[in-house]
């Protein structure tokens, strides 16, 4: 009997393991302020922690809103070795700064993921900017007294000193301000905020509010008048104010604005 050979193919499959690499993102060196137009330094590290290297690393470094310093491939980080990157951008945010940089790998498995970013903070020392809303209702009636809030705040991270804030209303007269504020002509009211301190965030205003009642003027005697066929007649806000100024000394360098919000 013949025997005829059977041939048999052994396939083997040989899967490559990922390589296993914490790689852990440092930056430092940043200031904690800086002044407005300051110029910002940093250091930006990524480091493998090992066991293994790493491969395909990509590695960034910026400032938020301000560009980037560096954004580059890392093809090979041998297990213990580092790659340090120093960084200078110019300043460009109004309140704070944030510096941050982060590294990951393409291909290799990290066991800990949370070091790959890290970010600082930096407050911006700017001079105080103060800020000035009326608040009150858009109509009124005609020969009545209605209130107007003013706010006054610093929107800055500097406190500001000797602040003082006047408003002027047209076709109507001022008949009582809180303490602190005067009346002069019965058209024009000046206030002595005083201190206002810096925003803990520049987010959320931290305001000195004064409280104004206003006379509106008699409908017969004012032109512009709107009335409403059902119900009493009404007046727009007088104004809505001709002048809504805060101010600070000179040495404060303040800038004002103003503004008018209907509440």
Request: glycine content about 8%; proline content about 8%.
């Given at each position: 009997m013949r025997l005829t050979p059977v041939l048999s193919s052994l396939i083997l499959s040989v899967n490559l393991l990922a390589a296993t690499a914490d790689l852990r993102v440092t930056v430092s060196g940043v200031p904690a302020q800086i002044n407005p137009g300051d110029t910002i330094s940093w250091s930006a590290k990524v480091e493998n922690l090992g066991p293994d290297a790493a491969h395909?690393?990509?590695?960034?470094?910026?400032?938020?809103?301000?560009?980037?310093?560096?954004?580059?491939?890392?093809?090979?980080?041998?297990s213990g070795a580092n790659v340090t990157v120093q960084c200078s951008m110019a300043q460009t945010q109004r309140y704070r700064e944030e510096v941050s940089a982060s590294a990951n790998s393409?291909?290799?498995?990290?066991?800990n993921p949370n070091n790959n970013l890290d970010y600082r903070n930096i407050d911006v020392i700017t001079p105080p900017d103060l800020i000035v809303l009326l608040q009150a209702n858009p109509h009124v009636d005609p020969g009545l007294p209605f209130k107007v809030q003013l706010v006054a705040a610093n929107g800055a991270r500097t406190t500001a000193t000797g602040v003082t804030t006047t408003m002027d209303v047209t076709g109507a007269t001022i008949t009582k301000v809180p303490e602190g504020c005067s009346v002069f002509g019965g058209t024009r009211f000046a206030c002595n905020v005083g201190t206002l301190t810096p925003w803990v965030d520049p987010n959320k205003a931290e305001p000195r509010r004064f409280e104004i009642e206003v006379l509106a003027p008699d409908a017969s005697k004012t032109a512009g008048v709107s009335r409403q066929k059902s119900g009493p007649s009404a007046l727009p806000l007088p104004g809505p104010s001709s002048v809504t100024r805060a101010t600070a000394p000179r040495r404060s360098t303040a800038s004002d604005t103003g503004g008018c919000l209907s509440g």
């Amino acid at each position: 009997m013949r025997l005829t050979p059977v041939l048999s193919s052994l396939i083997l499959s040989v899967n490559l393991l990922a390589a296993t690499a914490d790689l852990r993102v440092t930056v430092s060196g940043v200031p904690a302020q800086i002044n407005p137009g300051d110029t910002i330094s940093w250091s930006a590290k990524v480091e493998n922690l090992g066991p293994d290297a790493a491969h395909d690393i990509r590695f960034a470094s910026q400032l938020f809103l301000g560009g980037e310093c560096t954004n580059q491939r890392i093809v090979l980080l041998e297990s213990g070795a580092n790659v340090t990157v120093q960084c200078s951008m110019a300043q460009t945010q109004r309140y704070r700064e944030e510096v941050s940089a982060s590294a990951n790998s393409l291909v290799d498995e990290d066991p800990n993921p949370n070091n790959n970013l890290d970010y600082r903070n930096i407050d911006v020392i700017t001079p105080p900017d103060l800020i000035v809303l009326l608040q009150a209702n858009p109509h009124v009636d005609p020969g009545l007294p209605f209130k107007v809030q003013l706010v006054a705040a610093n929107g800055a991270r500097t406190t500001a000193t000797g602040v003082t804030t006047t408003m002027d209303v047209t076709g109507a007269t001022i008949t009582k301000v809180p303490e602190g504020c005067s009346v002069f002509g019965g058209t024009r009211f000046a206030c002595n905020v005083g201190t206002l301190t810096p925003w803990v965030d520049p987010n959320k205003a931290e305001p000195r509010r004064f409280e104004i009642e206003v006379l509106a003027p008699d409908a017969s005697k004012t032109a512009g008048v709107s009335r409403q066929k059902s119900g009493p007649s009404a007046l727009p806000l007088p104004g809505p104010s001709s002048v809504t100024r805060a101010t600070a000394p000179r040495r404060s360098t303040a800038s004002d604005t103003g503004g008018c919000l209907s509440g």
